[in-house]
C-alpha cells in the first residue's frame, strides 16, 4: 500500500543549528503534503500545507521564516527549522492524502522527535 | 473556520470493559475518518465514513456517523491491552480538521 517515509527519526542538535526533515511519497505523487507539529499527549496541530511548485500556506501564527518548506517534487517535500531553539523542540510528522484530494485518509510519515539543547 | 470537538480526553478501563469516544463538528461533514497513534508512534488511518447514518465494524470496534453527518463515534468493545493509544478523528470540510483526541489507557 501507499507508503510515507520520512527522514530523520530523531535529532538532537545545539541551539542555532538549522535542521532539514525530508518527506516522500514512496509508491503515490503527492501534489500536496502537510507538516504537523505534536506536543507530548497533545492532538496534531496543522502548521502549513506543502504544495508542489508553489509556495506553502502556512497556519495562522506560524512563522514562514522558521520554519521554512520546499516541496521539489511529486514525491518530496522538506521542512527545515531554521534556527532552531529549545522551544521548537517538539514530534513533527508530514502526511499525504494518498487519493489525492485534500479532505480524503492521509497517510502520516514516521515522524521526526526534534530536541534542541 | 470549523470546529471539531472530541470527547473524553483521557479514558482509563479495565481490560474486557467497553470504550466510546465522540467527536462532534460545527458544520456539516463530506465525511469522518479516524485514526489510531500508538505511544511514541505516528497516526494510522483506520476508517473513512461518508454516508449519512453509516455504521461500519473492524472486529471489535464499530464506527458511527450521524444522520446529520456533524458527528461520530467510535466504539471498542472489551477492550484488550493492544487497544492502547490515542484516537483520533478528522472531520473532512474542504480539508482536514482533526480532533483533540482520546488518549485510551487500558489496565490489564
Known amino acids: 500500500g501507499a507508503v510515507v517515509s520520512q527522514h530523520p527519526s530523531w535529532v538532537i542538535c545545539k541551539s542555532g543549528t538549522s535542521v532539514k526533515i525530508e518527506c516522500r511519497s514512496l509508491?503515490?505523487?503527492?501534489?500536496?503534503m502537510f507538516w504537523y507539529r505534536q506536543f507530548p499527549k497533545q492532538s496534531l496541530m496543522l502548521m502549513a500545507t506543502?504544495?508542489?511548485?508553489?509556495?506553502?500556506?502556512?497556519e495562522q501564527g506560524v512563522e514562514k521564516d522558521k520554519f521554512l518548506i520546499n516541496h521539489a517534487s511529486l514525491t518530496l517535500s522538506t521542512l527545515t527549522v531554521t534556527s532552531a531553539h529549545p522551544e521548537d523542540s517538539s514530534f513533527y510528522i508530514c502526511?499525504?492524502?494518498?487519493?489525492?484530494?485534500?479532505?480524503?485518509?492521509?497517510?502520516f510519515g514516521d515522524g521526526t522527535r526534534l530536541s534542541i539543547l | 473556520g470549523q470546529q471539531v470537538m472530541q470527547i473524553p480526553q483521557y479514558q482509563h478501563v479495565q481490560e474486557g470493559e467497553d470504550f466510546t469516544t465522540y467527536c462532534n463538528s460545527s458544520?456539516?461533514?463530506?465525511?469522518i475518518q479516524w485514526y489510531k497513534q500508538r505511544p511514541g508512534g505516528h497516526p494510522v488511518f483506520l476508517i473513512q465514513?461518508?454516508?449519512?447514518?453509516e455504521v461500519k465494524k473492524q472486529k471489535r470496534l464499530t464506527f458511527q456517523f450521524g444522520e446529520a453527518k456533524k458527528n461520530s463515534s467510535l466504539h471498542i468493545t472489551a477492550t484488550q491491552t493492544t487497544d492502547v493509544g490515542t484516537y483520533f478523528c478528522?472531520?473532512?470540510?474542504?480539508?482536514?480538521?482533526f480532533g483533540g483526541g482520546t488518549r485510551l489507557m487500558v489496565k490489564p
Open positions: 478528522a472531520a473532512a470540510g474542504n480539508m482536514l480538521t
Open positions: 458544520t456539516t461533514l463530506s465525511n
Open positions: 509508491d503515490f505523487q503527492a501534489t500536496t
Open positions: 506543502s504544495n508542489e511548485g508553489s509556495k506553502a500556506t502556512y
Open positions: 465514513l461518508v454516508k449519512s447514518g
Open positions: 502526511s499525504a492524502p494518498y487519493r489525492g484530494a485534500l479532505n480524503q485518509p492521509q497517510h
